[in-house]
Nanobody, 116 residues
Framework: EVQLVESGGGLVQPGGSLRLSCAAS????????MSWVRQAPGKGLEWVSG????????IYADSVKGRFTISRDSTKNTVYLQMNSLKPEDTAVYYC?????????WGQGTQVTVSS
């Protein structure tokens, strides 16, 4: 059974940093691209960042480029999202996602709140 479990969210002041983690199980993690998606209060889903199987290929939404860094550790079956220079508009539930055999899988999400 594919499982994705996010952690690391919380309350942070504007300009602060957080690192999100997503622990994966139930599939061969190293063979699949991973991504982070967020949903702000009252808004739709927004794709944030993606990383290829080897970790050398990364891509970011314009809204987070230069502030967020995605990475993966295949020895720990975990994907990370380092978030720096956080803004109030980054407040959202953050989900990790992968697609296996055409089926998308999501974690339960972790809340990030950026507020003074």
């Amino acid at each position: 059974e594919v499982q994705l479990v996010e952690s690391g969210g919380g309350l942070v002041q504007p300009g602060g940093s957080l690192r999100l983690s997503c622990a994966a199980s139930g599939f061969t993690f190293s063979n699949y691209a991973m991504s982070w998606v967020r949903q702000a209060p009252g808004k739709g889903l927004e794709w944030v960042s993606g990383i290829g199987t080897g970790g050398g290929s990364t891509i970011y939404a314009d809204s987070v480029k230069g502030r967020f860094t995605i990475s993966r550790d295949s020895t720990k079956n975990t994907v990370y999202l380092q978030m720096n220079s956080l803004k109030p508009e980054d407040t959202a539930v953050y989900y990790c996602r992968t697609t296996r055999l055409g089926v998308p899988y999501w974690g339960q999400g972790t809340q990030v709140t950026v507020s003074s």
